[in-house]
T-cell receptor, first 111, second 113 residues
């Protein structure tokens, strides 16, 4: 099966700085890579995703890059705001509908 | 549109007791998932339903966990008997199909003492 490693486990930045979270996956056949944001007491919410035929995708302050050769993908958040503070999870999909999650990154944005 | 509903939100039981969780997916969503999220970890898929049929239950500990989705809408997840290591948040998610975006409910936090 698929295995996803996520780093760092915690990330602390000042408001306005950029934040980068990195993930690696084990199975080169994985073809879909979503990122989720989980706030306290809530379920994960999809914030951006990328498919294996695309190298980069951007949505306002959030971008995701994928390097299929190295089997890693990254989440980039620019101009961070306090409301970006949450736990972020990467995931990879090898089989239809089957998400394998990373261990999560606790992002804290200090005002 | 209403989101995925789960109840109860919190449950505390003693080991060896039984417990059941309920999930109501988004209307019209054919695919329903149950995940286990242990503190400090990412969610782990327990079981996936397509309508009222099981698609994948390979990671469900079948000696103590069971799940059903009898009419292809609501679902229940049961643990009997519970162990200390079952303490976790149990998340339900749904999607229009197996390829669609998964929408998560708020979860049920289970504490086994």
């Amino acid at each position: 099966g698929e295995n996803v490693e996520q780093h760092p486990s915690t990330l602390s930045v000042q408001e306005g700085d950029s934040a980068v979270i990195k993930c690696t996956y084990s199975d080169s056949a994985s073809n879909y890579f979503p990122w989720y944001k989980q706030e306290l007491g809530k379920g994960p919410q999809l914030i951006i995703d990328i498919r294996s035929n695309v190298g980069e995708k951007k949505d306002q302050r959030i971008a995701v890059t994928l390097n299929k050769t190295a089997k890693h993908f990254s989440l980039h958040i620019t101009e961070t705001q306090p409301e970006d503070s949450a736990v972020y999870f990467c995931a990879a999909v090898l089989e239809v509908g089957k998400l394998t999650f990373g261990q999560g990154t606790i992002l804290t944005v200090h005002p | 549109e209403a989101g995925v509903a789960q109840s109860p939100r919190y449950k505390i039981i003693e080991k060896r007791q039984s417990v059941a969780f309920w999930c109501n997916p988004i209307s019209g969503h054919a695919t329903l998932y149950w995940y286990q999220q242990i503190l400090g970890q990412g969610p782990k898929l327990l079981i996936q339903f397509q309508n009222n049929g099981v698609v994948d239950d390979s990671q469900l500990p079948k000696d103590r966990f069971s799940a059903e989705r009898l009419k292809g809408v609501d679902s229940t997840l049961k643990i009997q008997p519970a162990k200390l290591e079952d303490s976790a948040v149990y998340l339900c998610a749904s999607s229009t199909s197996g390829r669609g975006e998964q929408y998560f409910g708020p979860g049920t936090r289970l504490t086994v003492t």
